[in-house]
């Protein structure tokens, strides 16, 4: 199970502290797999880009209008977080959902 995330993002910290086995991955120092970041987009869609950070309202037009696998390559933290891979499975945010989803109550 991996944790794909920011070390100073209070949500991923809080899946970190009920997930101790989760493997943490910092997306600005290691990035996401080109791999896991298809499938996110592919299930996800635009839900992946966090279209309320800082990240985002930084950018210029001509740069928001880019295709979102390369946003998310070059600015890692646009991506919505944290984004757990578990089992091959695909969970984003950290809401009731997703908790149900890895057994955690």
Known sequence: MKLFGLKNCDTCRKALKVLPEISFVDVRVDGVPLEVLNRALGQFGDRLLNIRSTT????????????????????????????????????????KDTQSALGVS
């Open 56 to 95: 985002w309202r930084g950018l210029t037009g001509e740069e928001r209008e880019k295709p979102p696998i390369e946003l998310l390559q070059t600015h890692p933290a646009l991506m919505k977080r944290p984004l757990i891979e578990c089992n091959g499975e695909l969970y984003l945010g950290w809401g």
